[in-house]
């Protein structure tokens, strides 16, 4: 028997379809590949975007983060403006603003308006992730049949991240990257047309309202924390710029805290977190996809800039990490049916952090992708496991009327830990690259004439830089000690993931005990929701 809903507000689905038709399930299929595809497409373009528009520092970072940073600060926003006003109304505008700004990436002369290209698609992405996993968890009813379409919107997800590296390496080793972007603009016309013509609408507006000073607090919060992490290796840990950006994240991630507790309709839930299983499910969201695309940063970084190898060949690695979802897809989905979640979660955590641990040890001379198989591919599969039970967990945890709000917190929190990760494995990996090159340039018997013509390119742009200039130029003679220090930072960076990764399996197995179980309806969930209650709002 169900409990009431403590707010005394019963539930109701307004604007909800009565069930998941063909249409619906085509458009958000389609819209939520299409936004993994956008995220992912950088990676295997990493070497070309060093030699053409020569990013300095951290600035190829940003060209990753620039489209991360507004999906995760305002995938809470677009969730919110689903439910108000109908979620196929966002799947059309999400895909009209990614063509834009893959158009603009496409045509970008330089590495800022790069940024601006890829800022404008991150935007439109952010209206994608939730209104397409919020859509089609609206049209289902059963714990079994939501397990089902989740597993299938997130093999789509995995199948985005699976196209987007052939998609930059057949472009970029025959063409221009910039046909990369210029496919993916098609596409998000495409997407857009198949979800005004195909998709059914819905929506649950009771109670739901914008949360303007909650979205300018943890937009701002974010942006510093972004911004200190990204920038530190360059300007400094302790630099002021820096440290004023740590300062401001604090407070205003405290003053969203502080601001949702107060507000009569919260951009995101606080008393959801009373959930044992929908918060660790939401810590695990983040540490755990932290660790899978700082892997990815890695790995693109490894192969393209540092050892130069072909956007192609970068992308067969890729295949390893998000290729097998697609095919692990009916295993994944009756595990998710059969098996506790915390199993499934907890042995995909374990295979990513063998990976990665795996991955430190190749030496960074080692240029064979045969070297990577075993360390990637294990990477991929327990990504594939990870990302399906994440979100099942959250989403099942939660009733129904819920789910809106469930889906559009999960992706906000997958998407901070996927924003994280070039960002922390980056500043990680370049400071130790930076320290490391700095030591064995002093201590090297190369000509005095040389230690000073690359030490003068690595404090413009870091080992990177000096690893890109001609071999044959006078910094380009130290370039082999850039390379020895850069694999000794990635190795780093790849250790740093497999840690976050073996954290998070064992805070599943720990902390998940006795969180919902297969063959639970949907439905039911909330009788796990604490006294405190959460509201019959969508």
Request: net charge positive; glycine share 12%; charged share 10%.
């Amino acid at each position: 028997m169900r409990k009431p809903v403590a707010s005394g507000i019963p539930p109701r689905r307004t604007g909800a379809p009565p069930g998941l038709t063909a249409g619906t399930l085509v458009a958000g299929c389609f819209a939520v590949c299409l936004a993994q595809i956008g995220i992912a497409t950088p990676a295997t373009l990493n070497g070309l975007f060093q030699s053409d528009l020569h990013p300095v520092g951290s600035q190829l970072t940003w060209i990753s983060d620039a489209f991360l940073l507004p999906v995760a600060v305002l995938e809470l926003t677009f969730g919110v403006l689903g439910d108000l006003f109908g979620r196929k109304r966002l799947l059309v505008a999400g895909a009209g603003l990614m063509a834009a700004g893959e158009a603009v990436a496409a045509a970008a002369g330089g590495v800022h308006l790069l940024w601006v290209g890829q800022a404008l698609a991150g935007l439109g992405a952010a209206a994608l992730f939730p209104t397409s996993l919020a859509m089609l968890a609206a049209g289902t009813r059963t714990h079994e049949r939501r397990a089902k379409v989740i597993a299938l919107w997130a093999a789509l997800l995995s199948t985005g991240g699976f196209l987007a590296p052939l998609l930059g390496g057949v472009t970029g080793t025959y063409g221009s990257w910039r046909w990369a972007f210029a496919v993916v603009a098609v596409l998000a016309v495409l997407s857009a047309l198949a979800s005004l013509w195909l998709a059914d609408n819905s929506s649950a507006p009771e109670g739901r309202s914008l949360d303007v000073a909650g979205q300018l607090a943890i937009g701002a919060g974010l942006f510093a924390l972004l911004y200190g992490v990204i920038q530190a290796p360059t300007d400094g840990w302790g630099s002021a710029g820096v440290v004023a950006a740590f300062v401001v994240a604090a407070v205003c991630l405290a003053a969203f805290v502080a601001v949702e507790r107060r507000a009569a309709s919260p951009l995101l839930r606080l008393d959801l977190f009373a959930n044992r299983g929908f918060a660790v499910a939401s810590a695990v969201a983040v540490v755990g996809m932290f660790s899978f695309l700082g892997t990815c940063y890695a790995t693109s970084i490894r192969l393209g800039p540092v050892q130069h190898q072909s956007p192609l060949r970068t992308a067969v690695a890729f295949l390893l990490l998000n290729g097998l979802t697609l095919f692990l897809t009916p295993v994944t989905a009756r595990l998710l049916a059969r098996v506790a979640p915390r199993w499934v979660l907890s042995g995909g955590l374990a295979l990513m952090a063998a990976g990665d641990f795996l991955a430190a040890t190749v030496p960074i001379g080692d240029t064979a992708l045969t070297s990577l198989i075993v360390p990637l591919g294990l990477v991929g599969v327990g990504f594939s496991l990870a990302v399906s039970s994440i979100t099942a967990t959250a989403v099942n945890t939660v009733p129904v009327h819920l789910a809106g709000m469930a889906s559009a917190t999960t992706s906000l929190l997958r998407d901070v830990g996927f924003t994280l990760g070039p960002a922390v494995i980056g500043a990680v990996a370049l400071g130790r690259a930076g320290s490391a090159f700095s030591a064995a340039l002093a201590g090297s018997p190369l000509p005095g004439q040389v230690k000073a013509a690359a030490g003068g390119v690595a404090a413009e742009g870091g080992p990177l830089a000096v690893n890109s200039v001609s071999p044959a130029s006078t910094p380009g003679r130290a370039a082999h000690l850039a390379v020895e220090a850069l694999g000794h930072g990635y190795a780093i960076g790849f250790a740093v993931c497999g840690a976050a990764a073996l954290f998070s399996c064992v805070l599943t197995v720990l902390a998940l005990r006795g969180a919902h179980r297969p063959g639970e309806t949907v439905e039911t969930a909330d009788e796990a929701l604490p006294a405190a209650g959460v509201p019959g709002q969508g």
